[in-house]
């Protein structure tokens, strides 16, 4: 990232044109745009339990996001988070129903170990295929995720299935399972699901920001997404690295298990999920695959998540799922934005002279 | 054998075109977009919203063919979303196809709350808005129009050049930049009678996520038919048999879990795409502007 400024201002040109249009749609709908805003903003931060849920929608798309970027730096682009993360729970869940003796220390480390490689399995899947048959990693993935919606609910319903609950759940895991014992975060949010695996995923965001940028391994992942053929040439296998890297992103969005299953429910329900995978393309996108951006980039797109779930209530027409258009928009808008030219804005501002205009990185 | 006979009967072969349909017509409209070019993820999307305002025409009109038209003009405004950002904004073309993707996924719900006030779906439509088996026929004839297109007039030579060599296209005095909004129109009208044969032929509403998955599955399809329209008809067709076939054992008590066979489709899918029947070359400037 030479242009690390020119990239902020282009996110938030692509934020600020993203929400601006996607309130005015709201006029059509017959609802005040300002007063709309002020729902999202006050749902989201109106009390500690509010913030504590929109912390908690935070630590999954931190999950998914760094997901996303990871593959996004290989060059792929993995749409299949949903459907890791979802076998990543499912697996997660059934070792805490299978096995409820096991004692506590052990019996969370061992769900998140299965949880997060059955998400990684997920992913290798797709990452061997593109590597090694070629096949479009985006066709896969998306049927990755209809195959683990299926295996869910197959797992949940038939096998492992709550007989006391009217609900599309699991039983509940064994208690030596539950990250309660060891939870300061909830102390700050009371009753609200936020848990300890915020830290997890601030943690998990350092230490991938690290490996990306400050290790041969990164280097390695990311000169195979950018030009694969003069990585080939200079001793990097691109292949190897592709598949290395959709099983990393695979195992990332497995983590979700810990925040959903491990650190608030402790069990599995169907439809957990308002659908982080694809969340996290929108908070990838947003922290232009950064690991540490996509930490202010999830908690914006956790914050709206919350905030929209009150529209339902406050407003006549607009319904939570207004949340995915304004994301769909958001989208939009950075990806358009990415190619704004800076390079006549240069030639007209004398400040922006004063580095010269001679990197020249148009086409 | 008795199980073979119950499945392979006149109905099959009913149940088999009607779910190919949809197929046909998402997958001819991703010819259009990728011969030309531009990488189509945002099937999906088109069809959503084709199913959507098909239904919508419909319920307003009592006339299925309003509906059909009026989804079709829904996927073609669909398309222009994606065509002004991956065209004129030159944006990533996947991203901006996803993008589509969610959009209708959050836009369906928001015109149900406006119109008849429900959380995502529309009311049900009664026989006469509905088609019988009309959208069947009109699939093959289309795909047949596309097939007599593409392998013997100069449009076709025009669209398989776009998508191999643009600057060839410019030299003989052709608009690349033209041409490529032209298909992309024609691929979300194509779509949207997709998402259109939906709601108003396999379905009696629109409800939402009803593509599950069709989009892509069309996709591949096409990858599978390698971006040509005869083999990528055949494709369609076995992707619809396998989807028949899945239907069909529900019925039938064979010991093996629901769940299972509904992801019979996909897997089938993944290896297909896998190559493992034969490799497909991609039009070589696919995704590149």
């Known amino acids: ?363 | 054998m008795q199980i073979l006979s119950e499945i392979f009967s006149f109905y099959f072969l009913l149940s088999l075109l009607r779910g190919a349909t949809p197929l046909i017509f998402a997958s001819m409209a991703g010819l259009f977009s990728e011969r030309s070019g531009l990488v189509q993820i945002g099937l999906e999307g088109m069809m959503l919203m084709g199913a959507l305002f098909a239904a919508a025409g419909a319920l307003a009109t009592h006339s299925p063919w309003m509906g059909f038209i009026l989804g079709g003009g829904a996927g073609l405004i669909a398309a222009a979303i994606y065509g002004f950002f991956a065209i004129e904004l030159k944006s990533d073309q996947v991203v901006t196809g996803t993008a589509l993707n969610l959009l209708a996924i959050g836009f369906a719900p928001f015109v149900t709350k406006i119109l008849y006030d429900s959380t995502g779906s529309t009311p049900g439509l009664d026989l006469s808005s509905r088609f019988s088996f009309e959208p069947i026929l009109i699939a093959l004839l289309v795909s047949g129009v596309i097939y007599y297109l593409y392998h013997r007039s100069q449009l076709g030579i025009v669209l398989q050049f776009c998508g191999e060599e643009p600057a060839a296209v410019e030299t003989a005095g052709y608009s690349v930049r033209s041409w490529r909004w032209i298909f992309i129109l024609v691929c979300g009208f194509l779509a949207g009678l997709g998402g259109a044969s939906l709601s108003l032929f396999l379905a009696s509403s629109y409800s939402p996520m009803m593509t599950a998955g069709r989009g892509f599955i069309a996709l591949a399809a096409l990858i599978f038919g390698k971006w040509k329209p005869l083999p990528t008809l055949m494709a369609c067709l076995f992707f619809a048999t396998i989807e028949a076939i899945q239907i069909r054992l529900q019925g039938v008590d064979t010991g093996i879990p629901v769940p299972w066979m509904q992801a019979l489709p996909y897997v089938i899918t993944i290896v297909a795409l896998a190559g493992f029947f034969g490799r497909s070359q991609a039009p070589k400037a696919l995704g590149k502007i």
């Open chain 1, 1 to 363: 990232m030479h242009d690390v400024g020119g990239c902020v201002i282009r996110s938030l040109i692509g934020l600020f044109v993203g929400l601006a249009i996607s309130l005015s749609i709201v006029a059509f709908a017959g609802e005040n745009p300002f007063s709309v805003f002020m729902i999202l903003i006050r749902s989201a931060f109106g009390s500690p339990y509010d913030l504590g849920l929109a912390l908690f929608y935070t630590t999954s798309l931190i999950f998914t996001g760094l997901s996303v970027s990871l593959a996004f730096q290989a060059g792929l682009f993995n749409i299949g988070a949903e459907g890791q993360l979802t076998v990543a729970a499912l697996a997660a869940a059934a070792t805490g129903v299978l096995l409820p003796e096991v004692p506590s220390p052990w019996a969370p480390l061992l769900a998140t170990t299965l949880g997060i490689s059955a998400g990684a399995l997920w992913g290798f899947i797709p990452g061997w295929l593109k590597s090694r048959r070629g096949s479009h990693e985006v066709i896969v993935t998306m049927m990755m995720n209809f195959i683990a919606a299926a295996l869910a609910s197959y797992v949940v319903l038939d096998l492992i299935k709550n007989p006391e609950s009217q609900n599309p759940e699991s039983k509940i895991l064994g208690p030596g399972y539950l990250l309660k014992d060891y939870d300061f975060v909830q102390k700050f949010f009371v009753d609200s699901p936020a848990n300890l695996s915020l830290i997890l995923a601030l943690a998990l965001s350092v230490l991938i920001y690290f490996f990306l940028y400050k290790t041969i391994w990164g280097y390695e992942l990311r000169a195979s997404g950018q030009n694969e053929v003069a990585s080939e040439m200079a001793g990097i296998s691109s292949k190897r690295w592709k598949t290395l890297a959709m099983t990393i992103a695979g195992a990332l969005a497995g983590f979700v298990c810990v925040n959903e299953i491990l650190g608030s429910s402790g069990r599995y329900k169907i439809g957990f999920s308002p659908e982080y995978g694809f969340v996290g393309i929108a908070v990838a996108l947003l922290a232009r695959s950064h690991p540490l951006g996509v930490i202010a980039s999830a908690f914006l797109f956790g914050a709206l998540q919350k905030g929209a779930s009150d529209l339902d209530i406050e407003t006549a027409t607009i319904t939570k799922d207004f949340a995915r258009i304004i994301q769909a928009i958001l989208i939009f808008s950075v990806a358009g934005a990415t190619l704004i030219d800076f390079s006549w804005i240069r030639q007209k501002c004398f400040f922006w002279k004063k580095k010269g205009v001679t990197d020249a990185n148009f086409e």
